[in-house]
Every structure is written in structure tokens, then in C-alpha cells.
């Protein structure tokens, strides 16, 4: 059954060819919307759905801003744009090379940074439209060994956050997805920092932390999950600011609210800091 959506038939999205942003484009396309994604590696090509829905592949790179404007100014409509292209960095915030922070930015913040400006703007000048980022719960709370990865997804709620407030009275809305472990080409495709050359300090402690981060992650949920709940959050015409994906991560979501941060720090530490 198609799902109701308030803001239309165009469909952008980032990162659409794996994982979370794959699922979220074949779904919005199964569910009658034209959908164009955009990733590095895909082929270009365009598949109609049965129930009159579209997906077009594209090759872009989001860090390309210029490229990106020109990609999205071209689009024939934006409605909703679905930003989830990404990648991980795992490193001890002590020694993760600064060419790896600056790489971890240019994808996760200044990438998405780059589609939604364009996107914003038609958007506001249709006076109707939906902002979706995928964050992430690294985006809330400080993953161990994860340092960069967070502060470049805590950088994406300050920004949607900020999106939000300023362009309600446009009639555009902005949210942001906070999925948990989910299993995608996520895992495989993490940059790690080399364990300092220096000593062996983190050596061992990095390699358990990515170990367990890579088994949650590929014991996770589906990517069809995010895209449910993106395509729910098409069906709301005053959709919450932030949504955690699934029962677990709604209620880890609730008690980090109210636990005192040494409380969290316990718990994290015991979770990706093994010994
Ligand atoms: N998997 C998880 O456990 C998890 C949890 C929370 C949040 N997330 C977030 O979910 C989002 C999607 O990740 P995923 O799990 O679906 O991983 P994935 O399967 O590796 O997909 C990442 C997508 O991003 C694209 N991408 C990467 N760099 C790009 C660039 N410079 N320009 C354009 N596209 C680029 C990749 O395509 P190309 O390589 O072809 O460019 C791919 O389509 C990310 O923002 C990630 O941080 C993932």
C-alpha cells in the first residue's frame, strides 16, 4: 500500500547506491515518487517501478560543491531530499590524523552542507518542502574510538536543528534520522587511523573497539528500516526534529536523556572499550 506524502513527487537522494540510501530510494520510488540518486560509484541508469514511480542513478560526488548546486539547480522539482551519504572514521582522538578528520568532515557535514543549501532554496521558493539527514546516535552521544565520526554527525543536528527553526515560515521542514547499528556497506567501507607508531597504547584497544563497532553493525537492523521511517516522516506534515530508529534505540534515547553523564560514560566505555 503507497504511503501518504504532504510534500510531493521529487525525490532526492544522497549516498543512493548503498545501505540506508539505497533502501530509501527504491522505497520512495516503490511508492510513486520520482526519485534521482546520487552517489560516486553507481551506474547511470533509470528504472521504472509498477506503481509509476522512477528511480535515476547519477554519479556525483557530494564534496563537489559546485557541482553539486549546478546537479541540484538542474533537478526538474525537489520535494524531499533524503541526505544520507557518509562514512566512518575510527581512531583515539588523540592520534587520528588530521587528513582523516578533514576527510571525515568534507563527507558527513560539509557533503550534506553542499546538497541541502541548493535543496533549501527550491524548496523555500515552492514554499513547501522536506529536509531529511540521516544523523546517527554517534550524533548524541560520543562513540569511543569514534571521535570524528560523532563530532561530524553532532555537527549535522546543530545544523537541522538550525534548518528547522529558520525555515518553518517558508513552509519547509527539517529532521533528522538517528538510526543505530544497521547493516550496510557502512562497516566495510570505515577508514581506520593506524595505531600510533610510537607505541603500542592504543594498538590492541582500537582493534577490539572497530571489532565490536563492526559486528554490531553488521548485526544490525536492515537499511529498509531507516527508510521506513524516512518515508513516515514524508506522511507528517509536522514531523518530530529527531527520530531514533527502533524500540531499543527510542528507549536507549529516553534514558540517556535523564542519566547523569558518568552514568553514560560507564556504559559507553563498558560498550566500546573492551579490555
Ligand atoms: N550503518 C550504520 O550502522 C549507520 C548507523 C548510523 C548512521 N549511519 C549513517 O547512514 C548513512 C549511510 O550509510 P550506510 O550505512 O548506508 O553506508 P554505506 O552502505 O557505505 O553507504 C554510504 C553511501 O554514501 C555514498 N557516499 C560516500 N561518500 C560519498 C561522496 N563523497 N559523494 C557521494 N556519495 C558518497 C556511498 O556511495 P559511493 O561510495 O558510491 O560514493 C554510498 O552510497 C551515513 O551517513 C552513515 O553515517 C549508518
Redesign the pocket.
Same mark, same amino acid.
Given at each position: 500500500m503507497k504511503r501518504q506524502n504532504h510534500y510531493g513527487k521529487n525525490v532526492f537522494v544522497? %549516498? !543512493? #547506491? #548503498? %545501505? +540506508?540510501?539505497?533502501a530509501c530510494a527504491r522505497m520512495f520510488a516503490e511508492n510513486g515518487c520520482n526519485v534521482t540518486g *546520487? $552517489?560516486? =560509484?553507481?551506474e547511470e541508469k533509470t528504472e521504472v517501478f509498477p506503481g509509476g514511480g522512477s528511480l535515476t542513478l547519477k554519479r556525483? /560526488? *557530494?564534496?563537489d560543491e559546485a557541482a553539486v548546486k549546478e546537479f541540484v539547480d538542474d533537478l526538474p522539482g525537489v520535494d524531499i531530499a533524503v541526505l544520507? !551519504? %557518509?562514512?566512518?572514521v575510527a581512531g583515539p582522538a588523540e592520534t587520528t590524523a588530521s587528513e582523516l578528520t578533514r576527510r571525515q568532515m568534507e *563527507? =558527513?557535514y560539509f557533503?550534506t552542507l553542499n546538497a541541502a543549501q541548493p535543496c533549501l532554496t527550491r524548496m523555500r521558493e515552492q514554499h513547501r518542502g522536506l529536509l531529511v539527514v +540521516?544523523g $546517527?546516535i554517534a550524533g548524541r552521544v560520543s562513540i569511543p574510538m569514534q571521535s570524528q565520526y560523532s563530532a561530524s554527525k553532532y555537527a549535522l543536528e546543530a545544523f537541522t536543528d538550525a534548518v528547522r527553526m529558520e525555515m518553518k515560515q517558508y513552509g519547509v521542514r527539517a529532521c533528522i534520522i538517528e @538510526?543505530? /547499528?544497521?547493516k550496510?556497506?557502512?562497516t566495510a !567501507?570505515r577508514i581506520m587511523q593506524n595505531s600510533d607508531n610510537r607505541s603500542d597504547t592504543y594498538g590492541i584497544r582500537l582493534k577490539k573497539s572497530v571489532a565490536k563497532m563492526a559486528a554490531d553493525?553488521q548485526g544490525?537492523r536492515s @537499511?529498509e528500516s531507516v527508510a521506513k521511517t524516512a518515508l513516515a516522516l514524508a506522511g507528517r506534515k509536522d514531523p518530530p526534529a529527531r527520530v531514533p530508529v527502533g524500540i531499543e534505540y527510542k528507549a536507549l534515547m529516553q534514558l540517556l536523556r535523564i542519566m547523569p553523564d558518568r552514568g553514560k560514560e560507564f556504559i559507553l566505555s563498558k560498550l566500546y572499550l573492551p579490555k
Amino acid at each position: 500500500m503507497k504511503r501518504q506524502n504532504h510534500y510531493g513527487k521529487n525525490v532526492f537522494v544522497t %549516498g !543512493a #547506491s #548503498s %545501505g +540506508i540510501g539505497q533502501a530509501c530510494a527504491r522505497m520512495f520510488a516503490e511508492n510513486g515518487c520520482n526519485v534521482t540518486g *546520487v $552517489s560516486r =560509484n553507481t551506474e547511470e541508469k533509470t528504472e521504472v517501478f509498477p506503481g509509476g514511480g522512477s528511480l535515476t542513478l547519477k554519479r556525483l /560526488d *557530494v564534496t563537489d560543491e559546485a557541482a553539486v548546486k549546478e546537479f541540484v539547480d538542474d533537478l526538474p522539482g525537489v520535494d524531499i531530499a533524503v541526505l544520507c !551519504a %557518509g562514512m566512518g572514521v575510527a581512531g583515539p582522538a588523540e592520534t587520528t590524523a588530521s587528513e582523516l578528520t578533514r576527510r571525515q568532515m568534507e *563527507v =558527513n557535514y560539509f557533503g550534506t552542507l553542499n546538497a541541502a543549501q541548493p535543496c533549501l532554496t527550491r524548496m523555500r521558493e515552492q514554499h513547501r518542502g522536506l529536509l531529511v539527514v +540521516i544523523g $546517527s546516535i554517534a550524533g548524541r552521544v560520543s562513540i569511543p574510538m569514534q571521535s570524528q565520526y560523532s563530532a561530524s554527525k553532532y555537527a549535522l543536528e546543530a545544523f537541522t536543528d538550525a534548518v528547522r527553526m529558520e525555515m518553518k515560515q517558508y513552509g519547509v521542514r527539517a529532521c533528522i534520522i538517528e @538510526p543505530g /547499528d544497521t547493516k550496510t556497506g557502512f562497516t566495510a !567501507a570505515r577508514i581506520m587511523q593506524n595505531s600510533d607508531n610510537r607505541s603500542d597504547t592504543y594498538g590492541i584497544r582500537l582493534k577490539k573497539s572497530v571489532a565490536k563497532m563492526a559486528a554490531d553493525e553488521q548485526g544490525g537492523r536492515s @537499511p529498509e528500516s531507516v527508510a521506513k521511517t524516512a518515508l513516515a516522516l514524508a506522511g507528517r506534515k509536522d514531523p518530530p526534529a529527531r527520530v531514533p530508529v527502533g524500540i531499543e534505540y527510542k528507549a536507549l534515547m529516553q534514558l540517556l536523556r535523564i542519566m547523569p553523564d558518568r552514568g553514560k560514560e560507564f556504559i559507553l566505555s563498558k560498550l566500546y572499550l573492551p579490555k
